[in-house]
């Protein structure tokens, strides 16, 4: 490298008229360039990658190869770079054939039901909590519902729970939770997120290669550890082999009457990429906001949780669309005792919402005194239907379970409606594919 004046990773990419994410891929020690025929091949037979070729098979015989893995692995990786700038009218999209997906950390379906509207067949959904799979099950007899541990589906191997072949998959779907990884000698690889959730996402990425991939994820991702946590993310689904974009949507401008943003990672497999010259574009926002009075019109009677009514008679005091700073302030100082000299707004705190606004981010418990989203007329918290409805679930999802869990289900949920949102602009890319 040095004998041809090239001392970066970024340099290389140039010379080679590549981007950095293909180098990556090039340079990683699970590259193999025979791989996309092979998947062809392995259709054909009906067999599995690893039955045809051993990873010995191939090796990469350039000058100074190890100085280069070592210094991709060690490279900082800039987010920015993988941030999506494009966008595309999705509200027209059709999907020309059913899609499939799996889904990992699939919860009471919010993703699934969004993807399935936009035209995708789920071929498994893997989530280990009992009273969210009662609820898939209750919802979609038909799934099939894997009720396990996600490190016990990585190790086993995800194609012993779902009728895949490799590299065959259309989509694989699914928003683990954000973790701290140990960056053991930043050497920003899968090995440095080992113990955490993702570790076991990437891990079934590896075991099913499909065509494409969506994760999502709180919006706080992007600056956890300083944005490390992100980069390391983005650099080990570049070294499996994907091209990958992020951005942050909100739900509002997606049909959705809520204030919630997640963060979305999408990739394509590199080699469909270079071979239909493809490229994600983002879901356009559709131009308009819901408020609470477009949506929660009609909505069926059921079960909601209630104020104390110590609690209700302070609340009794907040107009719409008000919270603390409309109480009295001996009321206001006596509600919330040592938040109320901390400093900042903490605007959700004895927080009623308005008719004529979206809600707050649903949370898990609809009574919270930090986040608490009152009924814009009466003085209780939403009920698990009116939770549903913002969400954008459809009133015929039952959660099939306590009106406690049914909250926290809801709560966790993705929008059903920025979720097919995503959804077509992944069968746009898809559409595609010949």
Request: charge should be neutral.
């Amino acid at each position: 490298m040095k004998k041809h004046g090239i001392s970066t990773q970024k340099q290389l990419a140039e010379q080679l008229g590549i981007s950095k994410n293909q180098l990556s891929m090039l340079l990683s020690p699970n590259f193999n360039p025979i791989k996309s025929n092979a998947i062809k091949l392995c259709k054909v037979l009906d067999v599995s990658f690893e039955d045809i070729i051993a990873s010995e098979q191939i090796t990469l015989n350039l000058e100074n190869t190890e100085t280069l893995i070592e210094q991709s692995n060690n490279e900082e990786i800039d987010v920015e770079d993988y941030k999506c700038q494009h966008f595309i009218e999705v509200r027209g999209t059709k999907a020309i054939k059913k899609y499939t997906v799996v889904e990992l950390f699939a919860g009471a379906g919010g993703l699934a039901l969004g993807l399935e509207k936009a035209g995708f067949k789920s071929k498994g959904l893997v989530e280990v909590d009992k009273y969210a799979c009662q609820t898939l099950r209750k919802n979609r007899p038909n799934w099939n519902v894997i009720e396990k541990d996600i490190i016990e589906i990585a190790e086993e191997g995800i194609r012993n729970f779902v009728d895949v072949p490799i590299g065959e998959l259309d989509l694989l779907s699914g928003g683990f939770p954000c973790q701290a990884f140990s960056y053991a000698g930043k050497k920003m690889g899968l090995a440095d997120t080992r113990g955490t959730l993702f570790y076991y996402y990437a891990q079934i990425l590896k075991q099913l290669l499909p065509k494409m991939f969506l994760a999502e994820n709180v919006k706080g991702l992007v600056n956890h550890d300083n944005g490390r946590t992100l980069a390391l993310m983005l650099k080990v689904f570049s070294d499996i082999g994907y091209t990958v974009k992020w951005h942050v949507l909100r739900a509002l401008d997606y049909d959705v009457a809520q204030k919630r943003e997640r963060i979305v990672l999408i990739g394509i497999r590199n080699d469909l990429i270079e071979k239909y010259n493809l490229e994600y574009r983002l879901p356009q926002p559709f131009g308009y906001e819901l408020t609470l009075r477009d949506i929660l019109q009609d909505v069926p009677k059921s079960d909601g949780a209630k104020y104390p009514d110590s609690k209700k008679e302070i609340l009794d005091l907040v107009p719409p669309g008000g919270y603390w700073r409309d109480l009295p302030d001996n009321i206001a100082k006596e509600y919330m005792g040592k938040s109320y000299y901390s400093g900042g707004g903490r605007t959700g705190m004895a927080r009623r919402l308005s008719w004529d606004e979206p809600s707050l981010t649903l949370t898990c418990s609809p009574a919270q005194k930090q986040t608490e989203r009152c009924h814009p007329d009466e003085t209780r918290p939403f009920t698990v239907r009116e939770y549903a409805r913002i969400q954008s679930f459809p009133d015929n999802w039952e959660f099939n379970c306590s009106t406690a869990n049914a909250y926290k289900q809801i709560g966790n949920a993705v929008p059903v409606n920025m979720a097919k949102a995503i959804g077509l602009s992944i069968v746009n890319v898809l559409n595609q594919i010949k």
